[in-house]
């Protein structure tokens, strides 16, 4: 049944970030250190769409990613050995086929990065999910519309396709992975669309009034079928092999997201840049361990022990919310999901905190895949309600305090909505999504597995 609801509701996220920094530049590659700014979804674009829209879009496009997440943590799509699905049953569900792909979205992130040389530019979502930095290019046209000219490898004099026994083409992986004419062709599937190309490596560009260049492994792709909204590629952070952060060496990186309605960049920083401790923050900085999935190297895991509603500790036991030796379960930071994921037992006692503690009418409408939504007074905005915050507990103490804002939302005049949904399946991960991250600096230290996030106003940093 779960099938069902992913049925429909599949979008991306696109972290759509235009760059405007104001970076140092680096002349050493082993001191990477910049920073961009991404833009919100919605950064530039006419004041059309409303805040419910943005709010509503990005809950769907939620869905999919978590169809994505899923499919990957059960190792159905991890590579060229994955099984061909099997007969349908509850879990092939979560297969490739079976997820539809809705045409449109926008929830993510995106920087612009400068592909070449000459540079030419390319809109990236920024993507904790999976490591491949890919844009769409010409030589493997045709590509889907994007609002960018398509990279041209043609006019570029840095550019040169990877050989299949290349170590990036070894070692990668992907959904499906070929040789054709010596070059390693690759096929990933991303839960709301798929994507194939050719290994590359060109020179890239970070940064506008000062910038940085650096060679690197990517994908010269196109879009096979979905989308990706506005942008060209995905620029992967995840701590798989083929990352930039581990072509570069880079040790460490930050961002601190502007809330979606604000529609302001939202910076992202590299190396010595990424330091909570030289940026204003709005609370103390908080540090724990970064775990790894045993399975694959996919996304960033922190060890979530137990969830409060303002001081009541729900009643969910602490072995529910841990990563389990199969690489299923556990707790993730996606910058590209919006709503929170939580496992059946620590959703089930959450809605029924919050069904308790906010003392408004449960609302019997309900607004696209939200679960849980209030009916507010009317003509009353959901700034006027009062609610505990939502306190993630992490081993070691550290506490992470979620504001109303960070967990609720409006996606519908007068209708305030939890904005957390069950996870879909069996073995799927928590996810704290990036409206749950909003108005927080958060520190990845890959090289130490440590992770830092402290209450910060991001848009003045
Ligand atoms: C991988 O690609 C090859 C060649 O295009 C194709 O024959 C094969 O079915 C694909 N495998 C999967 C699992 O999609
Ligand atoms: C890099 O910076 C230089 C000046 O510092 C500028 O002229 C150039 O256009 C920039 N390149 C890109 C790709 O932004
Ligand atoms: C990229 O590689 C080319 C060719 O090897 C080299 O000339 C260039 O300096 C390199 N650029 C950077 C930024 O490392
Ligand atoms: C999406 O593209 C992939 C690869 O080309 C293909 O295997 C798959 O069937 C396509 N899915 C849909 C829904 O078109
Ligand atoms: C929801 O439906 C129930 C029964 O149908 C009704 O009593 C209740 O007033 C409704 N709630 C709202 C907010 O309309």
Redesign the pocket.
């Known amino acids: 049944m779960a099938h069902h609801r992913l049925h429909h509701r599949l979008q991306l996220v696109c972290l759509v970030a235009v760059v405007l920094t104001a970076a140092p530049a680096a002349h050493a590659i082993f001191h990477f250190d910049f920073r961009l700014d991404t833009d919100s979804p919605f950064f530039g674009r006419s004041a059309r769409a409303s805040r419910y829209d943005t709010w509503r879009r990005a809950a769907l496009e939620s869905n999919a990613r978590q169809a994505r997440r899923l499919a990957k943590a059960l190792g159905k799509l991890s590579g060229a050995a994955a099984p061909a699905p099997a007969p349908a049953d509850a879990t092939t569900d979560i297969a490739a086929a079976d997820v539809t792909i809705s045409p449109y979205t926008h929830q993510g992130h995106c920087l612009t990065v400068g592909v070449g040389t000459p540079p030419q530019p390319s809109k990236v979502i920024l993507d904790l999910g999976s490591d491949l930095l890919w844009t769409q290019c010409s030589l493997v046209g045709p590509t889907a519309k994007q609002l960018e000219p398509v990279f041209d490898a043609a006019r570029s004099s840095s550019f040169s396709v990877l050989p299949c026994n290349s170590k990036p083409c070894e070692e990668g992986t992907f959904t499906n992975k070929t040789c054709t004419d010596r070059k390693c062709a690759y096929e990933n599937y991303y839960g709301i669309m798929t994507a194939t190309g050719v290994l590359a490596t060109e020179t890239f560009t970070f940064g506008t009034h000062h910038n940085v260049s650096a060679n690197l492994t990517f994908g010269c792709g196109k879009l096979a079928n979905g989308t990706i909204a506005e942008a060209s590629g995905i620029l992967g952070l995840s701590p798989g092999p083929l990352s930039m952060l581990k072509q570069l060496a880079i040790t460490k990186f930050s961002y601190c997201l502007t809330p979606f309605a604000d529609r302001k960049t939202s910076p992202v920083m590299f190396g010595a840049m990424a330091d909570l401790g030289k940026y204003k923050t709005t609370g103390k900085v908080q540090t724990i361990p970064l775990l790894k999935n045993p399975v694959e190297d996919i996304y960033y895991y922190v060890p979530m022990v137990g969830i409060s509603l303002g001081s009541k500790r729900l009643d969910v036991p602490e072995d529910a919310l841990a990563i389990k030796p199969d690489g299923t379960g556990g707790t993730v930071l996606d910058s590209a999901t919006t709503l929170a994921y939580l496992v059946e037992p620590a959703f089930k006692e959450l809605k029924k905190a919050v069904m308790e503690g906010i003392k408004l009418?449960?609302?019997?409408?309900s607004v696209d895949d939200y679960p849980v939504c209030f009916?507010l007074p009317r003509g009353t905005s959901m700034e006027k309600v009062q609610a505990p915050p939502l306190v993630l507990h992490f081993e070691g103490d550290a506490e992470m305090s979620l504001p109303r804002d960070s967990y609720f939302q409006e996606p519908s005049p007068g209708m305030m909505c939890l904005a957390a949904m069950q996870a879909p399946f069996e073995g799927a991960p928590n996810v704290i999504g990036n409206v749950q991250q909003q108005n927080m600096h958060v520190l990845y230290d890959v090289s130490n597995g440590k992770f830092s996030y402290a209450p910060t106003k991001c848009d003045s940093i």
């Open positions: 009418p449960v609302a019997n409408r009916e």
